[in-house]
């Protein structure tokens, strides 16, 4: 009974709330995602930069009470962060909580620019380096799936590229635990243009989901555009997606060799079952192209 006593009475150990205008000097905003802002700060102790990114505490209350209405507890994106250490991957220093109740990361500050401006632009470093960049991003896709974890938003809006050109993988709003109760039909989540096809008829998902958008995001690199046509009209881009093959890359891009782009439309496949099983399969092929076609590997 004692015992009991002591363990129904026992504080629970105080959260110390940081706030971040006393301990950081933020120099402006960098970035601001669907639930969060991204500041550029300097650690005047050390005179080091980093990007601090707060979580809107309402929009990540929405999302975290669809996974309870289902009895689900999805780790929060400072938990995932946190077990990340991979060098094509942002890395998170530390998380806490603001005065405001907000959740902050501390993270490593990448000076360069967003794979989608190297999309746009398809400038020398996109048209030199772009099989590097499908080898480096699935390589922080092979790590990811390493720590049984499905991504659920890879995108070029999700991609950095450091001032050496390196890829960096950024965010980890919507990533779920590869483990059958987060695997089931229901949670339409993610950039639409990069949906997997199981995704949008709400059936059951694995890994193979981040496959698909890993696959359009190398087909983007290349092309420049999608393998459908209805961009940003959902409906439409559903019945797509659902109803009509993609477009084959040679289409766009007729001096594609051939293992890089078969390896891209494999991914693209809309049973999931057809697909590469894993982003190492993926960038064994690539690897391959790359000692091939440049000589490194």
Not at 17 to 42: N, P, T
Not at 233 to 238: A, F, G, H, K, P
Request: glycine content about 4%.
């Amino acid at each position: 009974m004692l015992e009991f006593l002591k363990n129904l009475f026992k504080k629970t150990p105080k959260v110390e709330k940081v706030d971040l205008a006393s301990r950081f000097e933020l120099i402006g905003r960098v970035g601001q995602g669907s639930m969060s802002k991204v500041w550029r700060a300097r650690d005047p102790s050390t005179d080091r930069m980093y990007a601090i990114k707060v979580l809107d505490r309402e929009k990540t209350r929405k999302l975290e009470e669809r996974f309870l209405s289902k009895g689900l507890e999805r780790p929060s994106e400072a938990e995932v962060a946190l077990q990340l250490d991979h060098p094509r991957i942002v890395k998170t220093l530390e998380t806490g909580t603001t005065v405001d109740d907000e959740t902050f990361l501390v993270m490593e500050f990448v000076e360069g620019v967003s794979l989608s401006f190297l999309i746009d632009t398809q400038n020398e470093h996109m048209q030199q380096g772009r099989l590097r960049f499908l080898i480096e991003l699935g390589e922080a896709l092979e790590h990811f799936h390493s720590k049984h974890l499905i991504h659920r938003d890879i995108c070029p809006r999700n991609i950095m590229l450091d001032e050496n050109y390196q890829i960096k993988l950024i965010d980890f709003g919507l990533v779920v635990p590869n483990t059958p109760p987060f695997q089931q039909p229901g949670n339409r989540t993610g950039t639409a243009n990069y949906m997997a096809p199981e995704l949008m008829k709400r059936k059951k998902t694995d890994q193979r989901l981040d496959i698909f958008s890993y696959a359009m995001t190398c087909y983007e690199m290349y092309a420049n555009r999608l393998p459908w046509d209805s961009v940003g009209q959902t409906i439409e881009l559903m019945q797509q997606r659902i109803n009509t093959p993609p477009a084959d890359i040679r289409e766009y891009v007729s001096d594609i060799d051939e293992d890089v782009a078969e390896t891209i439309m494999r991914g693209l496949e809309s049973e999931p079952s057809s697909r590469w099983s894993s982003a190492s399969q993926m960038v064994a092929r690539f690897r391959d192209a790359r000692e091939r076609l440049e000589g490194v590997r």
